[in-house]
Structure formats: structure tokens, C-alpha cells
């Protein structure tokens, strides 16, 4: 009994809870405005849909009162029209973007109880009570767009809207100048219709700002013309970073604009692979006769047709829930009278609280009726058209997520830099870049280490290139307006795709542009003209010893040379009797007169014997102890002779950078607007900043434009110049003048500079490594470095620092004493015979005749040892050959 009356009761709740039920026919009314066909047609499209193939209505259909289109500027004719559907009996109104006249639509519905489905952005917080505005609210919209750049991490953006009310929905971008990035926002609005006239002005203007970063709040209709516009001026390319607002960005024939490799990032509700979008073309039945809305030669669906679309599925499926608890029937009314549809208020609150599933994600509405609970993907341009790397949650705690994949941005960006036209800056500088004499054409007309490298690059990647001499010929500096010139000017700027020279890779111009990997290493070091090789001088053999010791000699011969004649005089034993064979005698005679001390002394230092022999001990002593002075004097100099004779010393006034600093006889600098300056200027080492101190302030004389005026400086002597180490060897190898001082002061590498977020850095700077690997960028500097070298100077200078035979120059100085010995012996030998002669014979025999006469005597008597005694008085000092033979015969 208890299991029949339980029975009961369910069977007669069942019984209840389906005894609402749905009119046959479901009357909804439509209202576009004019030339919005494509609402129309998703608005039909859905409703054949759900009529033919949904399973939603069980013995309903959808009737479609009437599709009204109206100019969204007749309100009057709009409110006319909606009076004649309500008449008709109408349980929800449609319409799209109906902007004002959806105004007076929204009041009349409101008045009358009938839920109103919008598709269109609208400003209000808190929507009406009737109104269900399947539409993304712009609180969700502008939190996405900002959240997009902000992990972009920009640093300016210009907004550029057709339409300034547009500015309402974007709010969230419009506070990132307070918030905690500091991002620069500037808003300009697009004045008129597309065209040269309207838009160029505008574009032209924000690309002489140097403007990258822009959001463009432009209608899916009108963004072919505004790329197209934008790319007259400059503004598209790979430097240039787009976001659109508009939600249609797979919908757009980006094939025009491809090639230019335009940067395009925007946010979409469905893929074209969406398994929601395959279900909603999918058309698989006999009796469905209505097209797909579509505008025609695009590639998907439009979101306003996608939201048409989904407001017809979510009132269906809402419908269908609601009469399982709720009574429902339609009535007819009309816009006189006040009476009100009475399960207007009941449905259009259950319409609030419902959620479906639809193309453009989950509909929900919040406490205030918006929908604010939306997904976004988000999608780049891509060669194919475009591919998602991310999503974008409202309700999550990390809203946006982005997976991009990098080996596919690599491949893409690989394949986009194929058969594109580089254009690359550069400054002459050997042997970097150089002007080509055997060139032919625009790409051979230069040459050098980076063109080769450049030339390999462009090969291995298919792209080809345009070499332009920066105007400024320098690598760039920063003035104080922040503003650079030269080489980095040019890529800052966008002017140029490539910085192509020896470009050192330094934190300050890392902050400007971006630098592939470093394709060489170096450091700053100190050129300096080689010390030139001293001319053998003519008395060179005195420099073994030097002055000092030459006079403390001198000193001790003289000091010597009277000690041993005082000691000689003094001792008993240095005085014998002159003639031996005699035993009474009354005199003594000591060999060791002053001049013999002189003479015996001197014979020590030559190393030659005299016949003086000291016979006391304290001679011999005094002798012994003389000669081993000589001994260990005259070995010292004949070592050191040998050194001096024949090796060539160069010493250089410094040795390293302290050394040049310490002094202000030889001046130094470096090239304006390069790395090297700047390495001075910031560096905190006491001895830099005590030579930028003192370059700074003597600028004008000590630095110089480029490094060529560097070297000639240096070649012109008494400087040196701070420069690169691989220049510093390039120039040496080159000019055996040239030499390096001290080591390397830093150590940094070369890079080819880009602008930065340039599509070409990876790509060229993973081909570098490649090269390296490859031994391809040694090859080029082993050619440019040492095989187009000159390299006889170190030989050269290994062979002056080795013993090498002696020249004239080296010991020419020893025959000039000997010839002025030889004179000065004649001079001697001349005084002496005239003192001789004048002592004869009262001095009354000519000087003249007599040296005659004994001239003669030496000529043709050769071999005469012997000669007639002189007397003073009556002397014939002379003997012929005959009384020479009588002479001997006597003897």
C-alpha cells in the first residue's frame, strides 16, 4: 500500500512538471539595420537551424514574425516597426548594431515586458532588466586588451580608434600611463572616410614620432584600407607591432600584406578548426535550403553573425528549460495600450540566470546582466593566415596564458626572410667594410671581413641586401636629448634592417637596438709607434761602461800610478846599481819613475807587458792587486761591448695603461662616438677615469673622428690611441711602425646590430653560430687579418734582437782614435825632432833640411838598423851605404 501511494505521488509530479507546455508556433520578431545583411542571414540561418535539425523544440518550430531594416538614424520608423511585430505576438525581439535607434526600441520593450537579445557593444554598467546583450561587456574586453600588452612589455603604444566614443571600451588601456609599467599612451583618432587625403596625415605624422606599438580600434571593413594606407607611410614592416580590437581578425584577406611581415596580434572568440564552427556550417539535410552568412571571399565567420547566431540558440535552449517549471504563451500587444506580456518579467529574469554553450564560448551574465565571463583565444598573423598561441580567461586568476611555439615562430620567421630585400648600414672601415675597386655593381661595390660574412648570411637564409654608407660615418653616440646618430641612429630610427661593421656590443646601446651573437671577441688596448732603433753611434764602445765608472777609472790610474811610484821609491829594493859589472858605485838607479808608473800601469790595462818588473813585494803587490782590477774591469767591458755591439735595444717610453697615465709628455685619445669612449666615461677604475679626465678635457686635440685619424696620430709620433684590439692587430700586421702596449683593458665582442624585436635577430644570430662552428668566420679573418698582411715585421724584428754581424757604424769609432793616434804620434815625433835638432849646433842647421836628410835616410835604408852617433857640435848624424859597410868592417 505504502509503495502504490509512493507511485502516486511521482507519477502525478511528472504529470505536473510537464503539463507546460509550448505553443505550436514560437513568434520572434527581427529588426537590422540597413545593409546588415549579415545579420539577417545568421538570424534566418539559426532559425532554420534549430527549426530543422536542433532537437530542442520536441512540437514547436520558430516562426519568424518579421525582419525589419531600418536606418539605425530613423528612431521613428524603428519604434513603427517594432509596434507592427508586437502586434503580430512576439515572445523576444533581435537586432544587431542599431545605434541610436536601438534607444527607443529598448524602451518600448521595456515598457512592454519583451526580452530584447542585443549583439553589439553597449557603455552601460548594469544593464535593463529586459535587455540580454549576448555581446562581451567592455570591462572584459579592455582587461584583455590590456593584459595582451602588457606581456608584450612595450613601452609606448598609440591608440588609434575611428571613433572617439570607442574610447569607453578601451579604459583599461587609457590607465596604463598610471600604472606600474609607465607606458606612454598616445590616442589619435582617424578623421573621415579611408583615403590618402583623411588617413595618410595622421599615419605619415605618428611614423616621424618613431611610433612601433599601436592598438588599432578600426572596423573588420575598413582595415584593408588602413594597412594599406599605413604601409604608404612607412609604418608596416617587421619593426612595427599591431593589436586590433577587432574581433574578426582570421576574417581579413591579409594576403596583400604578407610579404611585408607585419607584426599582427589580435584576440578571437573560435577558431577556423573550432569544432563549435564545423557544427555550425554543418548543413547535412534535404530540406535546409538557407546559405551560411558569410561575406562573400572571406575565409571564416564573422563574430556579429557568430553572436546573432548564439542570441537565437540561448533563447531556444532557454525557452525550452523555462516552460519545464513556467506556464508560457504569447500574446498579442500594442504600443497604445499598457497592457504588458505576462511572462515577460518571469522569462527575462530566468534569461539572466541561464547559461548555454554557444560558437563564441559559455553565455553567462553577472549580477548586473553583463556578460563579462568571456574567453578569448589569441592569435597571430601568420603566412597561412593566422594560429593561436594563447588563451585569455575572464574569471581565472592568471588570465592570460600564452604557449607560443618558438620553433615555429623560428621556422615562420625563417621562411618570411627569404627572398626580402635587407637594408643595411655601415661606415668604411678597414678591415671591416671597405670600398671595392673591382666592383661592378651596387652588391660588390664593397668588401671587407662583414661582407663576407654578410654575403655567407645571405646565401645561407636566400635574402638579398642594399648597403648604404651611414651620412655621419659613425657608429653612434647619444646626445643629451637621448636622440643617436650614426649607425645605431639608423636602426633606432627603423631607416635601416642591419648595422653591419664592428660594432661593439655595449649595455647602453644594448638599451636602443638589439645585437645578434657576437661573431668576434676583443678588448681596448694602447696602439703606440715603435721606438725607433738608436743609429750606432760612432764612439758606441764607450756606452758598455758608463761615465761614472770611465772617471772613477781614469781616477784610479792616476791614484795607482803615483802610489806605485812613491812605493817604488820608497822601497830599498826597487833601487840597483846601473852598472853591475862594476862593484864600488856611487849611484843607484829605480826604474819606476812616474812616467814608467804611467806606462807600466797602462800596459796592465791593454793586457800587454812593459820591461819594466817590479822586484819588491810591495811592488809586486801593488801590481797584483792592479792587474786583477783590470782583470775582472776589462772582462766586464769586453762582455758588455759584445752586447752593445751587436743587439739593438728599443725601449719604450711606457709599458702599460697606468704608465700612460702617470705622465703628460705623450698624448692620447680615442675615436668620438665609439664603444671605447664610451668604456671611459663609465668606467669606475681610478686610472680610466684619471685618463678620461684628462682626454675630456683635452678633446679637441687628443680624439678623433675615426680611427684612421687615430693611427696617422700615431704614425706622426709622440701620441698614443686607445682603440679595439682587432683593429689594433689589423693596422700592425700592416705597419711595422705600429705595436701594442700592455694587455687588453676589457674584454666585449663584435655583433651586427638590429632594431629591436627585429624577426631577424634569431635567425641571423643562430646562421653566426652555425658559422663559427663551421670555422667559416676564422677562414675570413685568417684572410683579411693575415693573409692580406704584411707580415715581414715580426721576422724583422726577431732578427734585429738577435746578434747579427757588426757594420762599419758599430766600431767605426775605434778607427777614427787609432787614425788620431796615428797623427798625433807624427805630431810627436815632428816636436821632438825639431827640439832635437835645434839643440845642434847652436841651432844654426836648418830644420827643414835636416828633416830632409833624415826622411831620406828612413826611404832608402830600409833595412839599416844602425846609424852614425849625433854630437852637438859638428855633427854629421848620417851615413851613407858605403861608410856603413866601413863601420861594420871596424867593429
Request: hydrophobic fraction near 40%; proline fraction near 3%; aromatic fraction near 12%.
Amino acid at each position: 500500500m505504502i509503495k502504490l501511494s509512493i507511485f502516486i505521488i511521482i507519477f502525478f509530479d511528472f504529470c505536473l512538471i510537464n503539463s507546460f507546455e509550448l505553443p505550436p508556433d514560437i513568434r520572434i520578431g527581427a529588426i537590422f539595420g540597413k545593409g546588415d545583411t549579415l545579420s539577417r542571414q545568421a538570424f534566418e540561418y539559426a532559425v532554420a537551424k534549430i527549426n530543422t535539425q536542433s532537437q530542442i523544440f520536441q512540437r514547436s518550430r520558430i516562426v519568424v514574425a518579421n525582419i525589419d531594416m531600418v536606418d539605425p538614424h530613423d528612431s521613428f520608423s524603428a519604434y513603427k516597426m517594432v509596434c507592427s511585430q508586437l502586434q503580430k505576438g512576439i515572445a523576444a525581439l533581435f537586432t544587431g548594431r542599431l545605434n541610436p535607434a536601438i534607444e527607443f526600441i529598448s524602451s518600448l520593450t521595456r515598457q512592454l515586458h519583451i526580452p530584447l537579445f542585443l549583439s553589439s557593444p553597449d557603455p552601460q554598467t548594469k544593464v535593463e532588466y529586459y535587455t540580454i546583450n549576448v555581446y562581451p561587456h567592455y570591462t572584459a574586453t579592455s582587461q584583455a586588451f590590456s593584459d595582451l600588452i602588457k606581456f608584450q612589455e612595450w613601452e609606448e603604444i598609440a591608440i588609434i580608434t575611428e571613433h572617439a566614443e570607442n574610447l569607453l571600451y578601451l579604459q583599461d588601456l587609457l590607465k596604463l600611463t598610471s600604472d606600474s609599467t609607465q607606458m606612454k599612451v598616445t590616442v589619435r583618432q582617424l578623421r573621415g572616410r579611408p583615403g590618402v587625403n583623411t588617413w595618410t596625415p595622421l599615419l605619415k605624422q605618428l611614423q616621424e614620432a618613431g611610433v612601433s606599438k599601436f592598438l588599432v580600434d578600426v572596423s573588420t571593413d575598413n582595415l584593408d584600407d588602413f594597412f594599406k594606407y599605413a604601409k604608404v607611410v612607412g609604418l608596416v614592416g617587421p619593426y612595427y607591432d599591431f593589436v586590433l580590437t577587432s574581433l574578426d581578425i582570421s576574417v581579413v584577406k591579409w594576403s596583400k600584406i604578407l610579404y611585408t611581415l607585419v607584426n599582427i596580434t589580435g584576440l578571437q572568440f573560435f577558431g577556423r578548426d573550432d569544432p563549435a564552427v564545423d557544427e555550425f556550417f554543418d548543413t547535412n539535410t534535404n530540406n535546409f535550403d538557407i546559405n551560411a552568412p558569410l561575406v562573400p571571399n572571406e575565409r571564416s565567420l564573422r563574430a556579429s553573425a557568430a553572436l546573432i547566431y548564439d542570441s537565437v540558440y540561448f533563447f531556444a535552449r532557454a525557452l525550452s528549460k523555462f516552460v519545464e517549471q513556467h506556464p508560457f504563451n504569447i500574446t498579442s500587444l500594442t504600443c497604445d495600450a499598457q497592457k504588458t506580456w505576462k511572462h515577460g518579467s518571469a522569462f527575462s529574469l530566468f534569461l539572466k540566470k541561464f547559461e548555454a554553450n554557444g560558437i563564441t564560448r559559455k553565455i553567462k551574465f553577472d549580477e548586473n546582466g553583463l556578460r563579462t565571463d568571456v574567453s578569448f583565444e589569441v592569435v597571430d598573423l601568420a603566412a597561412n593566415g593566422v594560429f593561436k598561441n594563447g588563451n585569455w580567461s575572464a574569471n581565472v586568476p592568471d588570465r592570460l596564458e600564452i604557449q607560443r611555439n618558438f620553433t615555429k615562430d623560428y621556422e615562420t620567421r625563417k621562411q618570411e626572410i627569404q627572398n626580402q630585400t635587407i637594408k643595411v648600414t655601415t661606415v668604411l672601415e678597414p678591415p671591416y667594410v671597405m670600398l671595392n675597386p673591382n666592383g661592378t655593381n651596387s652588391t660588390q661595390k664593397f668588401a671587407g671581413f662583414c661582407i663576407d660574412i654578410l654575403i655567407d648570411l645571405s646565401e645561407r637564409l636566400n635574402f638579398s641586401y642594399q648597403i648604404e654608407v651611414v651620412k655621419d660615418a659613425t657608429f653612434g653616440k647619444k646626445n643629451e636629448q637621448g636622440e643617436w646618430n650614426g649607425i645605431i641612429g639608423e636602426l633606432v630610427n627603423r631607416r635601416a634592417d642591419l648595422g653591419l661593421a664592428g660594432l661593439t656590443i655595449t649595455f647602453q646601446r644594448e638599451q636602443a637596438i638589439d645585437f645578434t651573437k657576437p661573431f668576434l671577441t676583443l678588448g681596448i688596448n694602447i696602439l703606440f709607434k715603435k721606438a725607433q732603433r738608436v743609429k750606432p753611434k760612432l764612439f758606441g764602445f764607450f756606452q758598455p761602461l758608463s761615465i761614472d765608472v770611465w772617471l772613477y777609472m781614469i781616477a784610479a790610474y792616476f791614484a795607482v800610478s803615483f802610489a806605485l811610484y812613491l812605493v817604488a821609491r820608497l822601497s830599498p829594493y826597487e833601487w840597483r846599481n846601473p852598472h853591475p859589472c862594476k862593484r864600488s858605485h856611487d849611484e843607484l838607479e829605480n826604474q819606476f819613475t812616474f812616467f814608467n808608473s804611467l806606462w807600466f800601469l797602462i800596459g796592465n790595462i791593454m793586457q800587454q807587458g812593459t820591461d819594466l818588473n817590479p822586484t819588491a813585494i810591495s811592488t809586486r803587490m801593488l801590481s797584483c792587486l792592479w792587474a786583477f782590477f783590470t782583470l775582472i774591469l776589462v772582462s766586464s767591458y769586453t762582455a758588455n761591448l759584445a752586447a752593445f755591439l751587436t743587439v739593438q735595444r728599443m725601449q719604450t717610453p711606457i709599458e702599460n695603461a697606468e704608465d700612460l697615465a702617470g705622465q703628460t709628455k705623450i698624448a692620447y685619445g680615442v675615436q668620438r662616438g665609439g664603444s671605447t669612449e664610451n668604456f671611459f666615461r663609465e668606467s669606475k677604475i681610478p686610472t680610466h677615469e684619471r685618463m678620461w679626465n684628462y682626454m675630456s678635457i683635452n678633446q679637441a686635440t687628443v680624439c678623433t673622428n675615426s680611427s684612421t685619424q687615430g693611427i696617422n696620430k700615431v704614425l706622426e709620433g709622440n701620441y698614443a690611441f686607445l682603440m679595439e684590439s682587432t683593429t689594433s692587430e689589423y693596422n700592425i700586421m700592416r705597419n711595422c711602425d705600429l705595436t701594442s702596449i700592455g694587455g687588453l683593458l676589457d674584454s666585449k665582442g663584435y655583433g651586427f646590430g638590429v632594431p629591436q624585436n627585429s624577426p631577424y635577430r634569431d635567425i641571423l644570430s643562430d646562421t653566426i653560430l652555425k658559422l663559427q662552428d663551421e670555422g667559416v668566420i676564422q677562414k675570413y679573418y685568417n684572410k683579411w687579418w693575415k693573409e692580406a698582411a704584411n707580415l715581414k715585421c715580426d721576422q724583422e724584428d726577431k732578427r734585429k734582437d738577435i746578434a747579427a754581424e757588426l757594420g762599419f757604424a758599430n766600431i767605426g769609432g775605434i778607427f777614427v782614435m787609432l787614425a788620431v793616434g796615428l797623427v798625433l804620434s807624427m805630431v810627436v815625433a815632428a816636436i821632438e825632432f825639431s827640439i832635437k835638432i835645434r839643440n845642434r849646433k847652436g841651432g844654426q842647421i836648418s830644420i827643414r833640411e835636416e828633416m830632409r836628410r833624415y826622411f831620406r835616410f828612413a826611404i832608402f835604408n830600409v833595412s839599416a838598423s844602425k846609424r852614425r852617433a849625433s854630437v852637438f857640435i859638428n855633427d854629421d848624424p848620417l851615413l851613407d851605404s858605403h861608410d856603413h859597410d866601413n863601420e861594420q868592417i871596424r867593429h
